[in-house]
């Protein structure tokens, strides 16, 4: 792992901050719409989604509920392990409820696939999810999100609470890390 500052580490810029600003805020519409006589828990998947979510909860101008989860996730390697482990649960119940799982980015999908199976077992009234990122080329369609932000290609990017190791996320944009930080020569 070669990790100089971010600046160097960022082989190119994939969405502004502003372009980020904008479709949050035009996610935050289509939610407020769909959940405006319900009031949905949106469950944050901790650490990657935790900008996205807060950005996403505050452009959304109805009353919702807010919960976390954490899940384990690629540790300090770039490829899916296919492995999820449930590492911090929701504080509350379900039962009923309409639930909107906020997170990061899906990449094989096995990650959602996962906690919509959990959740769903706990008989709420609807579960949907929302990603900021769809790696579209990375799962079979039966398997994606409801609700993404971007679809990209098939790249590691950091920021906007994306980490590599930890790092970088809180850039403010979402970027492309350069091969050479994670690469082993
Ligand atoms: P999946 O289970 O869909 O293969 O992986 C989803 C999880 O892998 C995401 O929540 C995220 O933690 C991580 N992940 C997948 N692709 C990337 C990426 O390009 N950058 C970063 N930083 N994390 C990723």
Do not use: W
Not at 19 to 35: D, F, N, P, S, W
Not at 60 to 76: A, E, L, R
Request: hydrophobic share 35%.
């Amino acid at each position: 792992m070669r990790i100089t500052n971010e600046k160097n580490d960022i082989e190119y810029v994939l969405f502004s901050e502003e372009t980020i600003r904008a479709r949050v805020a035009e996610l935050g519409k289509q939610l407020t719409e769909m959940y405006k006589d319900s009031e949905p828990i949106m469950v944050c998947i901790l650490k990657g989604a935790s900008i996205f979510y807060t950005d996403l909860c505050r452009q959304m101008k109805t009353q919702i509920h807010m919960d976390f989860m954490v899940v384990s996730s690629y540790g300090n390697e770039t490829q899916s392990s296919g492995a999820v482990r449930l590492i911090k649960d929701l504080d509350n119940t379900i039962i009923d409820r309409d639930v909107v799982i906020v997170e990061d980015i899906i990449d094989s999908g096995l990650t959602l696939k996962y906690l919509k199976e959990i959740l769903l077992s706990r008989k709420p009234r609807s579960v949907r999810t929302v990603c900021l990122l769809d790696k579209y080329e990375c799962h079979p369609s039966e398997i994606g999100c409801d609700i993404s932000g971007f679809s990209i290609n098939n790249a590691f990017v950091v920021g906007y609470g994306l980490d590599y190791a930890d790092y970088y996320r809180n850039l403010p944009y979402i970027g492309v890390l350069k091969k050479e930080v994670y690469s082993e020569e």
